[in-house]
């Protein structure tokens, strides 16, 4: 039984971001019991009436206190406000692995003492032969000239073949996507991608303004269908895709739903963000859609995914006539990527070290992956022997908010579905595992068999579990 509240934050109270204040008196009114658990709040256009305010204001704070797991809202029933007692749902955990926990929630590459042994030589080899202008000049802002010649040799592993001119260095995949969504986009403007999709995708629209609505999928990435539909009846600016792994559902779009894609994309204007964090690490990948549709495509891919985590740079290849809007918001979201860590990336990718680095990958995950399939035996899952994670659709009577729980007393972390779903996609009942987080082989075999162990029982048989 839900009961609309009479309760509003004094207007007067409220400063600029008028979103993020809106979002913290509301959070605080939560705290402090004012909006009880189930106090239906008021619509948006209401609220925003009431306040004075824009729709739009309102809507980005009620998406930001979604995220915090602080309200919920379903399409006929509103808004209303959850227990705030309950533990967040964040897509991943922000400490590392403490004590005997098992962290499956953050997607991370997996990692042997070769890479710190590798990474440690990179640190001591780096003074020698240094350009002093890499530590001393904060230009040029695209990132320098060998740094960028580098990214050619790299992105022909990927596929594509791009002049160095169209190159950007960037400090990975998600400074790269704030730069190119604030380059294609004013606030109002529609980003549309699948509906499960990038956790960083759904909180940076919000961030910006920008509507993102989530297109019907099948298990080879979005619709043509449905999105041509959408944007006959919707306008549309970009559309955001994850076509080799990286989206949460485990994608590896074949080469002609790339070819149908780009053809509505051409149809309606829409630009493309492609985002292939996981470079060359799967072998049977088709070529990137920037290499299909290099006139209207924003190619993002990073070192951080397919060598060491903590290498934080990476490659935008984009159209020449957005070359100037991208180097602008690159300068707004960090001025350029930081010239010591493409330094190391420079030489990795001459010296053969990345490449090498990512077909270890490669193996690693095929060995995780087939440890995963065992331990998940007759359960339905997405997945793929070259993929950071895998999407596992709960059976029935488990919810996510049940398994996540429980998972937690058995002191493994998973990721829960709700910051993968655009705003209006109902809850998938899913988790997303990852296969690299927990580095110890044998640790992550345990991991995955407490998981299986879970799901090889009905909920209703679980007991609650107490230390």
Not at 129 to 151: E, I, K, Q, T
Not at 335 to 362: F, K, N, S
Not at 407 to 413: D, E, I, M, S
Request: glycine share 8%; hydrophobic share 40%; charged share 20%.
């Amino acid at each position: 039984m839900y009961c609309m509240t009479k309760w509003l934050p004094d207007p007067s109270t409220l400063s600029s971001p008028l979103h993020s204040s809106l979002a913290l008196a509301i959070a605080k009114a939560i705290s402090d019991g004012k909006l009880p658990k189930g106090t239906q709040l008021p619509t948006h256009r209401k609220l925003a009436e009431d306040l004075g305010l824009s729709v739009q204001t309102v809507s980005k704070a009620y998406e930001s206190l979604r995220r915090q797991r602080l309200i919920d809202g379903q399409v006929g029933r509103g808004s209303y406000v959850l227990d705030p007692d309950t533990p967040n749902d964040q897509p991943f955990q922000l400490s590392s692995e403490r004590g005997r926990g098992f962290d499956l929630s953050i997607s991370r590459p997996a990692f042997s003492q070769h890479h710190a042994e590798l990474f440690k030589q990179a640190l001591v080899d780096l003074p020698q032969g240094l350009d002093p202008s890499f530590y001393l000049a904060c230009r040029p802002n695209v990132g320098h000239d060998p740094h960028r010649a580098a990214g050619v040799k790299w992105l022909q592993n990927c596929g594509l073949d791009t002049p160095v001119e169209q190159i950007i260095m960037t400090n990975g995949v998600s400074h790269g996507m704030s730069a190119a969504l604030s380059a294609l986009t004013r606030p109002g403007d529609t980003v549309v991608s699948s509906r499960i999709t990038h956790h960083l995708l759904v909180s940076g629209c919000s961030y910006l303004g920008l509507n993102l609505a989530g297109i019907d999928a099948d298990e080879d990435g979005i619709l043509p269908d449905a999105l041509d539909r959408y944007c006959s009846e919707n306008s549309a600016k970009v559309l955001f895709l994850l076509p080799s792994l990286a989206n949460s559902t485990v994608e590896m779009m074949p080469e002609e739903r790339r070819l149908d894609l780009i053809q509505v994309a051409r149809k309606h204007d829409l630009h493309i963000i492609e985002n292939d964090a996981f470079g060359p690490v799967a072998e049977d990948r088709p070529v990137p859609v920037a290499a299909l549709a290099p006139e209207r495509t924003i190619y993002l891919t990073t070192f951080t995914k397919c060598t060491v985590s903590g290498l934080r740079a990476g490659y935008m290849a984009a159209p020449e006539h957005l070359l100037p809007a991208l180097t602008g918001r690159i300068v707004v979201f960090g001025w350029m990527a930081t010239p010591l860590m493409c330094e190391i990336a420079t030489r990795w990718v001459h010296d053969g070290t990345a490449l090498e680095l990512a077909r270890w990958q490669r193996r690693a995950l095929a060995e995780r992956y087939e440890i995963a399939t065992k331990a998940l035996r007759g359960q339905k899952f997405r997945g793929h022997p070259s993929a950071l994670h895998l999407w596992l659709p709960l059976k029935s009577g488990w919810t996510t908010g049940n398994f996540v729980s429980y998972a937690r007393q058995l002191k493994v972390a998973v990721a829960p579905d709700a910051p993968f779903l655009t705003s209006k996609t109902p809850p998938q009942n899913a988790v997303r595992i990852s296969l690299g987080s927990v580095q110890n082989l044998t640790r992550f075999k345990q991991a995955m068999e407490l998981v299986g162990g879970m799901l090889s029982r009905p909920p209703d048989g679980v007991m609650p579990l107490t230390f």
